[in-house]
């Protein structure tokens, strides 16, 4: 039974153990990644893209570029999280695409290219902010999944702790067209966690009225 949101906020912990005997079963991994693609976009252009990596050579291979952390070979899907770098520029023709989708009369879809395209210069002027700025939107999608997973019974840990270029050759990407953003093993905890440790409510957060 799917556990309420309540449920599995307390349930997610960046789990460290997996048993590697579990595997999640497909509808449970479907609707994980789902959660991810449901996920806010800026401008709704969605530039994320999710490997989901069973196989267990390359999973250990991606262990060795990540500080070997033992979560990514031990896990049972491990996600890793990429966004596209040239796709977000307007000269692919992807933005230009994407919007299409959204059926609008041409005034308004040049309104957007437009608006696009001018967030674009002065936000996006070279891959390195186009990574920074869809990681953002990433992450957003990511937390989303470990939740997601949480309500499925699924345990995760968000890893930043890899050598990106190292990865990226592992998974043989055109750093042009995909970076990845971060590593999301999903699988089934080995052991319970230690009690969650967090500041005061007070502390972080302050209301303005
Ligand atoms: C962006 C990000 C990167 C992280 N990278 C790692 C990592 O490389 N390895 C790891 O074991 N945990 C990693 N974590 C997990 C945090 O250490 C963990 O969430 C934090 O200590 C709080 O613990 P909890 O999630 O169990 O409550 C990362 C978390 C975030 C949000």
Redesign the pocket.
Known sequence: MNKTFEEAMNF???C?EFDISRKIPKDDIEFVLNAGIQSPTSYGLEFTKYLVIENNELKNRIQNA??N?E?VSQCSHLVVVLVRIDDAKIKSGTPKQRFERLNLPDETLNFFLDMYGQFSQTHLKDDKDIYHWTSKQA?ISIGNMMTAAAVKGIDS??????EKDKIEEILELNNSSFQVA?VLPLGYRNRD?RD???LDYKEVVEFIS
């Not at 840990?157 to 890899?162: M, N, S, T, V």
Request: charged letters at 20%.
């Open positions: 997610r912990h960046a460290k990540s500080m952390q979560q992450y840990c968000p890893l930043e702790g890899f971060l966690p969650s440790i967090r």
